[in-house]
Protein backbone atom coordinates (compact mmCIF):
# COMPACT_ATOMS: atom_id res chain seq x y z
CA UNK A 1 0.00 0.00 0.00
CA UNK A 2 1.45 3.37 -0.80
CA UNK A 3 2.59 5.06 2.12
CA UNK A 4 1.87 8.48 0.42
CA UNK A 5 -1.72 7.25 -0.92
CA UNK A 6 -2.87 6.10 1.91
CA UNK A 7 -2.48 10.00 4.00
CA UNK A 8 -5.89 11.57 4.17
CA UNK A 9 -5.64 15.39 3.09
CA UNK A 10 -7.00 18.02 5.42
CA UNK A 11 -9.60 20.32 4.05
CA UNK A 12 -8.76 23.86 5.56
CA UNK A 13 -11.40 26.02 6.71
CA UNK A 14 -12.87 28.15 3.95
CA UNK A 15 -11.90 25.63 0.99
CA UNK A 16 -14.83 23.81 -0.55
CA UNK A 17 -13.79 20.91 -2.66
CA UNK A 18 -16.90 19.19 -5.10
CA UNK A 19 -16.73 16.06 -7.11
CA UNK A 20 -18.48 15.52 -10.06
CA UNK A 21 -17.70 11.86 -11.67
CA UNK A 22 -13.48 11.94 -11.87
CA UNK A 23 -13.65 15.72 -12.40
CA UNK A 24 -12.39 17.65 -9.28
CA UNK A 25 -12.60 21.66 -8.61
CA UNK A 26 -10.95 22.94 -5.13
CA UNK A 27 -12.16 26.50 -4.17
CA UNK A 28 -10.51 28.36 -1.48
CA UNK A 29 -9.50 32.01 -1.08
CA UNK A 30 -6.79 32.64 -3.39
CA UNK A 31 -8.71 31.24 -6.37
CA UNK A 32 -10.44 27.71 -7.91
CA UNK A 33 -8.44 25.25 -9.84
CA UNK A 34 -10.31 22.03 -11.83
CA UNK A 35 -8.64 19.05 -12.37
CA UNK A 36 -9.94 15.70 -14.29
CA UNK A 37 -8.23 12.44 -12.32
CA UNK A 38 -8.34 9.26 -13.61
CA UNK A 39 -10.95 7.15 -13.53
CA UNK A 40 -10.16 4.55 -11.92
CA UNK A 41 -9.11 6.31 -8.90
CA UNK A 42 -11.55 6.29 -5.89
CA UNK A 43 -11.75 10.08 -4.30
CA UNK A 44 -14.42 10.48 -1.45
CA UNK A 45 -14.92 13.94 -0.36
CA UNK A 46 -15.76 14.31 3.46
CA UNK A 47 -16.54 17.82 5.50
CA UNK A 48 -12.60 18.27 7.47
CA UNK A 49 -10.58 15.37 4.88
CA UNK A 50 -10.42 13.87 1.45
CA UNK A 51 -9.29 10.31 1.25
CA UNK A 52 -7.52 8.87 -2.50
CA UNK A 53 -8.60 4.93 -2.65
CA UNK A 54 -7.47 2.52 -5.75
CA UNK A 55 -9.75 -0.41 -6.83
CA UNK A 56 -6.85 -3.06 -6.57
CA UNK A 57 -3.43 -3.80 -6.61
CA UNK A 58 -2.43 -3.84 -10.06
CA UNK A 59 0.67 -1.78 -11.07
CA UNK A 60 -1.07 0.84 -12.76
CA UNK A 61 -3.12 1.32 -10.36
CA UNK A 62 -0.33 1.04 -7.21
CA UNK A 63 1.09 4.11 -9.18
CA UNK A 64 -1.51 6.33 -9.61
CA UNK A 65 -2.48 6.18 -5.93
CA UNK A 66 0.16 8.33 -4.50
CA UNK A 67 -0.07 10.37 -7.46
CA UNK A 68 -3.35 11.04 -7.56
CA UNK A 69 -3.08 11.81 -3.22
CA UNK A 70 -0.24 14.36 -3.91
CA UNK A 71 -2.03 16.04 -6.88
CA UNK A 72 -5.22 16.92 -4.60
CA UNK A 73 -3.15 17.50 -1.61
CA UNK A 74 -1.33 19.88 -4.49
CA UNK A 75 -4.54 21.86 -5.55
CA UNK A 76 -5.99 22.01 -1.89
CA UNK A 77 -2.20 23.84 -0.84
CA UNK A 78 -2.37 26.35 -4.06
CA UNK A 79 -5.31 27.37 -3.04
CA UNK A 80 -4.98 28.45 0.11
CA UNK A 81 -1.21 29.23 0.07
CA UNK A 82 0.30 29.42 -3.27
CA UNK A 83 3.38 27.84 -4.76
CA UNK A 84 6.33 30.48 -5.21
CA UNK A 85 9.58 29.91 -7.30
CA UNK A 86 12.40 32.31 -6.61
CA UNK A 87 15.52 32.35 -9.66
CA UNK A 88 18.79 35.03 -10.03
CA UNK A 89 20.47 35.91 -12.54
CA UNK A 90 23.59 35.50 -12.43
CA UNK A 91 26.28 37.00 -14.76
CA UNK A 92 27.75 40.80 -15.09
CA UNK A 93 25.09 42.70 -16.99
CA UNK A 94 22.15 40.24 -16.18
CA UNK A 95 19.16 41.72 -14.93
CA UNK A 96 15.14 41.59 -15.27
CA UNK A 97 12.86 45.02 -15.41
CA UNK A 98 8.95 44.76 -15.49
CA UNK A 99 7.07 46.47 -17.34
CA UNK A 100 3.56 46.47 -17.43
CA UNK A 101 2.29 42.70 -18.10
CA UNK A 102 6.07 41.63 -19.74
CA UNK A 103 9.17 40.93 -18.39
CA UNK A 104 12.42 42.39 -20.00
CA UNK A 105 15.76 40.23 -19.67
CA UNK A 106 19.02 41.48 -20.23
CA UNK A 107 21.27 37.99 -20.77
CA UNK A 108 24.10 38.95 -22.97
CA UNK A 109 22.09 38.49 -26.08
CA UNK A 110 22.31 40.86 -28.73
CA UNK A 111 18.79 41.68 -27.94
CA UNK A 112 16.46 41.98 -24.51
CA UNK A 113 14.19 38.62 -23.97
CA UNK A 114 10.52 39.65 -23.34
CA UNK A 115 8.30 37.48 -21.58
CA UNK A 116 4.79 37.48 -21.21
CA UNK A 117 2.92 36.55 -18.35
CA UNK A 118 0.46 33.76 -18.62
CA UNK A 119 -2.98 33.42 -17.24
CA UNK A 120 -2.84 32.35 -13.97
CA UNK A 121 0.83 32.71 -13.70
CA UNK A 122 2.31 36.57 -11.21
CA UNK A 123 5.86 37.96 -11.77
CA UNK A 124 7.52 39.72 -9.70
CA UNK A 125 10.96 42.21 -10.43
CA UNK A 126 12.04 42.83 -6.23
CA UNK A 127 15.67 43.31 -7.40
CA UNK A 128 17.36 43.82 -10.88
CA UNK A 129 19.01 40.03 -10.42
CA UNK A 130 15.99 38.38 -9.20
CA UNK A 131 12.88 37.12 -10.11
CA UNK A 132 9.92 35.73 -8.40
CA UNK A 133 7.07 33.51 -10.06
CA UNK A 134 3.50 33.12 -7.87
CA UNK A 135 0.51 31.49 -8.99
CA UNK A 136 -2.14 28.85 -7.66
CA UNK A 137 -1.17 25.84 -9.47
CA UNK A 138 2.26 24.08 -8.80
CA UNK A 139 2.51 22.45 -12.27
CA UNK A 140 1.96 26.22 -13.95
CA UNK A 141 4.07 27.68 -11.66
CA UNK A 142 7.06 25.21 -12.34
CA UNK A 143 6.76 25.07 -15.57
CA UNK A 144 6.74 28.97 -16.09
CA UNK A 145 9.73 28.73 -13.84
CA UNK A 146 11.86 25.76 -15.88
CA UNK A 147 10.65 27.90 -18.86
CA UNK A 148 12.42 31.34 -18.14
CA UNK A 149 15.63 29.19 -16.96
CA UNK A 150 16.00 27.05 -20.35
CA UNK A 151 16.88 30.83 -21.95
CA UNK A 152 19.95 31.01 -20.07
CA UNK A 153 20.66 28.12 -18.18
CA UNK A 154 23.62 28.35 -15.29
CA UNK A 155 27.21 26.69 -17.06
CA UNK A 156 29.63 25.15 -15.43
CA UNK A 157 33.04 27.37 -15.55
CA UNK A 158 31.71 30.72 -14.45
CA UNK A 159 28.48 30.26 -13.39
CA UNK A 160 26.97 32.49 -15.04
CA UNK A 161 22.67 32.17 -16.20
CA UNK A 162 19.33 31.96 -14.82
CA UNK A 163 19.19 29.80 -11.15
CA UNK A 164 16.66 29.10 -8.89
CA UNK A 165 17.58 30.32 -5.64
CA UNK A 166 19.44 27.85 -3.76
CA UNK A 167 20.70 26.08 -6.57
CA UNK A 168 24.33 24.57 -6.71
CA UNK A 169 26.03 24.76 -9.89
CA UNK A 170 28.87 22.31 -10.20
CA UNK A 171 32.05 24.01 -11.12
CA UNK A 172 34.33 22.79 -13.69
CA UNK A 173 38.21 24.05 -14.10
CA UNK A 174 38.63 26.20 -16.83
CA UNK A 175 41.70 25.30 -19.55
CA UNK A 176 45.26 25.92 -18.50
CA UNK A 177 47.84 27.24 -20.44
CA UNK A 178 50.99 24.41 -21.03
CA UNK A 179 54.50 25.81 -20.11
Known amino acids: MSRIGRKPIPVPAGVEVAQAGNVLT ?13 QDMQVTVGETEILVERPSDEKLHRSLHGTTRSVVANMVEG ?11 VGVGYRAAKSGEKVSLSLG ?5 VLEQQEGIEVEVPAANRLVIRGIDKEKV ?9 IREPEPYKGKGIRYENEVVR ?6 GKK
Open 26 to 38: VKGPKGELTRSLH
Open 79 to 89: VTQGFTKNLEL
Open 109 to 113: FSHPV
Open 142 to 150: GAYAARVRS
Open 171 to 176: RKVGKT
